[in-house]
């Protein structure tokens, strides 16, 4: 996001108010008496420098902007760019936060929080107003004492060393922004965006854990187009084949109970998305989905239909063969593209699979250095999950979904203002019989 604010203080700018005037500051100049005024065509000695913004905002269309930190006093989102007249309430944001939030079961951190939240602007009359957003959530079950340890020196694979490479700062209690606490903001805007998503075009995004460790869901146990939601809410790691649930379980207890832990994978499934999402060469839809679920904490890998498998295939084994079926729709007989072809979604389902490393936060002594630069060793306090997968489900859900409905805005923006070309191209919306009634 970029800013036109001052630079003296970024940059060194120099302090005169001749200088000051040249690099856009908010001081004015001297004014120059009416008869003097000019209006010169290019002035070939102004500069103008665009800050970054420092990593908290997501997407072009629709605007997240996270805040707050893990110890503080709470944490949420900004939504800028909903759209207005959508029926919305907390009832629509708790659902995700409850399979997102702490303490919901023996094999999660056991910190202790409701994580409910609150809408505080936005809204009248229980619809957006195309006004900015914000939902809160409160903290409430803060143990700072838990990191004294952790003050003087550096979890090892943990952000606190390079935040403090970075910053030169940091907040030690619970991790700061580094703590996926603050992934509280994603998930609340993550259900406005999968509701917006459902309503306009029926599109749905459904992910579940398919890895803990060196328990792998085989890919044939599970159809993509027909799992529920409520297979994979039925057991408390969240993978939708009971068999294998049990065996994830199994697989975190036995590090739990050595103060250890483990990573695993976690696949996202996209089922009715609009076609023509997505742009060509540097934002194309894979690129966005990868940044988005890079993002967030302890991912390690991302990949989409046949990821790395398709490099065993010879082209003609991998190539998805097209077809017409019975609505007089170009299908595909194959997915191994993942329901994206040249950057641009092609309707068929988006599959994807990010990995997600073990908690760097272990109650084993390990060896590491303090913020002094003194070798030492450490056993980590406080609150963890010894596998972080089953929490991260909804999280995965909340970044594709953030993804989609920006780019489906962009698509709407820049393609659908003149009629479609109805022989190659299908309108975004679903049609449907029910439309919201706002009150007048």
């Known amino acids: ?103 919901q079961s023996r094999i999660t951190t056991p910190r202790k929080e409701t994580d409910t939240c609150k809408i505080a ?10 006004s900015p957003i914000k939902v809160e959530v409160p903290n409430t079950d803060q143990r700072g004492n838990d990191y004294t340890e952790m003050s003087l020196a550096y979890r090892p694979s943990h952000a606190d060393a390079t935040y403090d490479f970075k910053y030169g700062v940091r907040s030690v209690q619970g991790g700061g922004r580094s703590s996926a606490r603050e992934t509280i903001g994603r998930v609340a805007a993550g259900a406005i965006a999968k509701k917006i998503l459902k309503q306009y075009a029926g599109t749905e995004v459904l992910a579940y854990v398919s890895q803990v460790h060196n328990v792998v869901l085989p890919e044939n146990l599970v159809n993509d187009e027909t799992v529920t939601l409520d297979q994979i809410e039925s057991n408390i790691v969240r993978c939708p084949n009971p068999e294998y649930a049990e065996k994830m379980i199994a697989a975190i ?30 934002d194309k839809l894979e690129a966005e989905l990868a940044k988005a679920a890079m993002s967030l904490p302890a991912t390690k890998g991302f990949e989409f239909g046949s990821g790395f498998a398709g490099t065993f295939m010879t082209g003609s084994e991998h190539n998805d063969e097209f077809y017409m079926d019975e609505q007089g729709r170009i299908r595909t007989k194959t ?106």
């Open 1 to 103: 996001m970029a800013s036109n604010l001052s630079t003296n203080h970024f940059l060194g700018a120099p302090s005169t108010s001749a200088g000051s005037a040249r690099l856009g500051s908010l001081q004015s100049p001297p004014l120059l008496p009416p008869q003097s005024l000019q209006l010169p065509a290019r002035r070939s000695q102004s500069k103008r420098f665009e800050i970054q913004a420092s990593g908290s905002t997501y997407g072009n269309y629709f605007r997240v902007t996270t805040f707050g930190e893990s110890h503080g006093g709470g944490v949420g989102c900004v939504v800028d760019g909903c759209p207005p007249r959508l029926p919305l309430s907390e009832e629509d944001i708790q659902g995700d936060l409850d399979r997102r939030r702490p303490g």
């Open 121 to 130: 602007s936005g809204i009248a009359d229980g619809f957006t107003t195309g």
């Open 335 to 440: 997915n191994r593209s993942g329901g994206i072809q040249g950057g641009i979604s092609n309707g068929e389902t988006i599959n994807m699979r990010v990995a997600f490393k073990p908690t760097s936060t272990i109650s084993r002594k390990q060896n590491t250095v303090t913020r002094d630069k003194h070798d030492t060793e450490l056993i980590a306090r406080g609150r963890h999950d010894p596998c972080v997968v089953p929490r991260a489900v909804p999280m995965v859900e909340a970044m594709v979904a953030l993804v989609l409905i920006d780019q489906l805005m962009a698509q709407y923006a820049q393609c659908m203002l003149f009629p479609i070309n109805p022989a190659l191209q299908e309108p975004l919306e679903v049609p449907t019989n029910e439309q919201a009634q706002v009150p007048l």
């Open 253 to 282: 207890d036995a590090v739990r109970v050595r103060g250890d832990s483990v990573g695993g994978v976690v696949t996202c499934i996209v089922r009715n998305v609009p076609r023509g999402l997505g742009s060509p060469v540097f």
